[in-house]
């Protein structure tokens, strides 16, 4: 019988949660890495065994883990990430008279048909990409070598690159999105990078149409149409049909455009889900409600769906890579939130239940369909 396993990463270490097609009985095993920040736990769409995880500290450095085996066992992986002794300090030896130093990894991306091949987003913001599962890693250092670079600035978060999304038509197309900078497109693999922020506009800097500069705090796609985008940026949800070239805003009735986190309805390509937050200075939802926003128009038009989340005196928040979706039919959604809950719809959003309670603060949330 097919199944799910619900990947969440922590302030204080990660959980996998798993069930059946049915998911409505949850195994919890954890904390794994207990006490550690585990800022992203993502899985292989080429093997579902093959999971990894970033996991860090202010006294230990940057470490990556690397499982085989769905989670039950793990290993530290990528010696090039080299903690020199200083707490909080993360060397990279590119080759330079001095190393060059980050603060952590925000994000993995596994390759889509290769278990050994993932990519990793660093603060300040950089990418990188493993062909060995991990143990070594080499720096796509076209994207820090861009001619905007000097223009960049952290977000409230940091300078974070915190998406990637690979094309699975085009295997030499990829996306990132970094906070303060915005969104940004190679063609070729990585080699050279080009912004895509046409039509995002920012008012708390200098240029608000400016090329690069924007916050943009998420963006999603579909796998069947990879030309067209979604995006929460810090104020305003977006959407691309040109592959990023260009973007028009579609945050129609939402109570406030500010959020974090948007994903895409695994079976339809225009059904979108968004969690509302009150404000960038009140990180909680409208009126104390969690409530989850569905379009099912590819945006602009909004419905909330509230059944089985807390409505009231609710003040959690739900950051940018806490949401994610299975591809059973019908389509689950789950989000994990700043207050330790981990939300389950198997309905598409119609109605939710906590999968657990009182988990350390969640950081990112991620999903496999195990068959």
């Known amino acids: ?40 736990l993502k899985g292989s769409p080429a093997d579902a065994n093959r999971l990894y995880a970033s996991q860090s500290s202010g006294w230990s450095g940057q470490v990556m883990q690397r499982s085989s085996d769905g989670g039950k066992t793990w290993e530290p992986v990528g010696n090039q990430f080299v903690y020199d002794g200083v707490p909080g300090t993360h060397q990279w030896y590119d080759g330079t008279p001095h190393p060059w130093e980050f603060k952590r990894v925000w994000h993995l991306e596994p390759s889509l048909d290769d278990p050994d091949t993932v990519y990793a987003g660093v603060e300040d913001a950089a990418l990188f990409r493993s062909r060995d599962g991990g143990k070594t890693w080499q720096e796509l250092s076209g994207l820090r070598g861009h001619g905007s670079g000097p223009r960049w600035q952290p977000g409230a978060g940091g300078m974070c690159l915190h998406t990637i999304l690979l094309d699975p038509s085009d295997p030499a197309r990829i996306y990132i ?19 895509i922020n046409r039509g995002l506009h920012s008012q708390y800097i200098p240029d608000p149409t400016a090329e690069v500069g924007h916050c943009v705090h998420r963006i999603a796609m579909h796998r069947s149409r990879p030309q067209v ?20 805003e579609v945050s129609g009735n939402l109570p406030t455009d500010f959020g974090f ?39 602009s038009e909004w419905e909330p769906l509230s059944k089985g989340l807390p409505q009231s005196h609710c003040y959690v928040n739900v950051l ?19 207050g330790g809950q981990v939300y389950a719809s198997a309905d598409a959003g119609e109605s939710w239940a906590p999968i657990v309670r009182d988990l350390p603060a969640v950081l990112s949330v991620e999903v496999q369909t195990l068959q």
């Open 229 to 248: 985008l979604f995006m929460q940026k810090h104020w305003d949800v977006m959407r691309s049909d040109n592959g990023g070239d260009s973007w028009q």
């Open 261 to 299: 986190v948007i994903d895409v309805h695994a079976h339809e390509p225009e059904t979108i889900f968004v969690v509302p937050i009150k404000s960038d200075s009140e990180h909680f939802p409208p009126e104390g409600k969690l409530r989850v926003y569905r379009s099912r128009s590819g945006g």
């Open 320 to 338: 940018r890579d806490a949401m994610a979706v299975d591809s059973l039919d019908e389509c689950g959604v789950y989000f994990g939130t700043t």
């Open 177 to 195: 999105a970094i906070s303060a900078a915005g969104a940004f497109r190679s063609v070729d693999a990585g080699v050279t990078w080009q912004p």
């Open 1 to 40: 019988m097919s199944g799910v396993r619900v990947l969440v990463g922590t302030r204080k270490g990660a959980f996998v949660l798993a069930s059946d097609g049915k998911r409505e009985k949850w195994e919890v095993s954890g904390p794994h890495f207990a006490g550690w920040e585990i800022y992203h």
